[in-house]
């Protein structure tokens, strides 16, 4: 029995390293995804640095008055050479123009979105909702070069007998008096096209977060004998409050960033006017592409400041709405 | 042995005869009472019936459901009313913008208008026949083609680095992606004059309105394309990895292909997003005439700039000529959404 022989084990193959370390090729991968991903902060740095780059001049030039005062003066020589110390460039008309024109398109659509939020969330049978759901989907996808042409050709004469009403019934508030009859291509014809263009977004956010709220809390409400309007108001609306603000920021950034419907309905002046009805405004977007066309150079710089502000303005009311968005649903109890 | 009887299936939600013929006569007697309102006192036009009806209905149904059923039911009838109403109000415009572009826009479709451009045509040409749509539309595929090749690669990296690395700046990406949805077509417009058009290039080429599009177009993919990437079981990760892949043969070879349909209807999304974008086009491109296939030389015509051009021209055949543009256009984008919607509803089978 003891003349079995232990014999020699093959060696073994040498241990394999463990190791948590990416191969190359997960490099080669995680820094092309890593740089592509990063694209959206060089972009939107770029952006940045270019209109400032061009439009500093100007801004250094007029300083404080580029938003304060709404003067626009580019004034040449004989020879067509701009001469920048004479020239004066201010912007007021048209921020105020922007806020004005948007504000009334939040003010429009908000209640409009909510409610077709609403319905579609709690009321609406699911076929109809689907038809529905697609349509406001839909209607996100119109280029705004057709709201324009609709909103000029087919809505404008609708809109300006509205405005007439408005002015017969409402004159007494500030808003809506008007020292002139114009109420062609007003800030309120404009509000009402750039509200119809922002119905989906702010439709759209406020069904998400509609969506979003939890059940338990819907049957707790209908267990206690609520109706369906009292269960929208003790738990839905608390709920999704904070949510609909943010869409009603986001739609307001759409309405200040949009160009071209804007331009087709606005008559752009360069005088502030708070008479929303008086056919005369101002807004920053329309005002560049109307100036782009003939601008001298000293002007186009004046243009790309302009450019400046309203990306900066936009960008900050849709940081603001993408925060309020991110946290909503966290809160109400 | 009892015999168990089985109940009929009661379905109390559902209206009876009784509360039918009760809302029915509700909605007749407002719509009486509006037609009568209209006639006796000021009001007219559309909008006094429909203003008439609503504010009549309401009353009318908040006075019967309170007498019938207490005062929380006469409130939610009277909402309910209302919240129905704004679903109108919201569908009215689309239907608005759909009736008047195809009755506005079909006078002046002719088969032509896809093999002539308008190089010896005016816009202001009473006959609608005269000229075409071919260089518009052969400039909005090579513009926006152009702007895919840029934006669908960077897009698709936004997203995998949010889903696949989610490294330290994935938070603080998702949120810039966010924001740069939300800059203006105009500024995107100007970036490219400051950037490129004035310190290089000098001129304007289709080019360079693509770049701007690519701008506007990468949010729009990299949101989609982040939600369907999501979408895609963990398992199907780990799965990857557990056979030995590196996560670039997991992503490449699991995850991309299992998400394809939805990649594709983000990359629809971001061509119907730009597609009838004008402000940056009208800006950078020249919009010209003549048929063009060279993107990095001289003007390009595409649809918004016809369009643009058309509307600015301010005759009646212009105009016309607008609508058609606009009829072209919308067709395209209505298909791209169609499509779009298509393959997003397979993907979620």
Redesign the interface.
Known sequence: MSSSQVTERPALPAKRQLTTK??F??K???T??????????I??G??FI??L??GFSILQSQGFHFISTSDWNAVVDDNNVPVPSQSHFGIAAMLIGTLVCSTIAVSIAV???V??A???TF??PSSIKKI?V??????A??????????GF???MPSAV??AK?LHKFFGWIPFFNMQAPVFDRSPFVAGVVLS?MI?PIV?SISREIFGQTPLDRIQAAYALGS????M?RAVAFPYARSGIVGGAM?GL??A?????AVY?VLNIVYQINWHVLLGAGGNV?SM??MK?GEATPLE?KA??AA?LI??LV??I???IA?VIVAKSGKSGR | MSTVTIPKPQKPWKATPRQRIETGSILLISVLLAVLLVAVSPLKGKLGYVGAFVVIYLIIDYVVVRLNHGKSAGVDAFFRGLVTMAIGVAVLPIISILVSVVVRGYKGLHLSLFTTDMQNAAFTDENLAAGGLKHAIIGSILIVATALVISLPIGILTAIYMTEIRGKFARPIKFLVQSMSGVPSIVAGLFILAAIVYPLTKFYSSFEGSLALAILMIPTIARTAEEVLLLIPQDLRESGVALGGTQWRTVQQIVLPAARSGLVTALILGVARVAGETAPVVLLTGGGDGTQWNIFKGPMGTLPTYIWKAFGSGTEASIARAWTGILVLLVIVLFLFGLARFLGGRKVK
Request: aromatic share 16%; charged share 10%; hydrophobic share 55%.
């Open positions: 990416p191969r090729s997960d080669v991968f995680r092309v995804v890593t740089s592509g991903g990063l694209s959206s902060l972009i939107l770029m952006i270019f209109l780059y061009q209640p409009i979105s409610f077709t609403l319905f579609l009321y609406a529905m697609t349509l406001v989907d839909l209607m996808a119109f280029p705004s070069i057709l709201y324009g042409l609709w050709f087919v809505l007998y509205w009403l119809i119905i439709t109706t369906r309007w009292g929208i986001l950034g759409r200040m960033g949009e160009t071209v087709t977007a560049i592409l782009f186009i243009l790309m450019g309203l990306f936009t960008l009311v849709n940081s993408d």
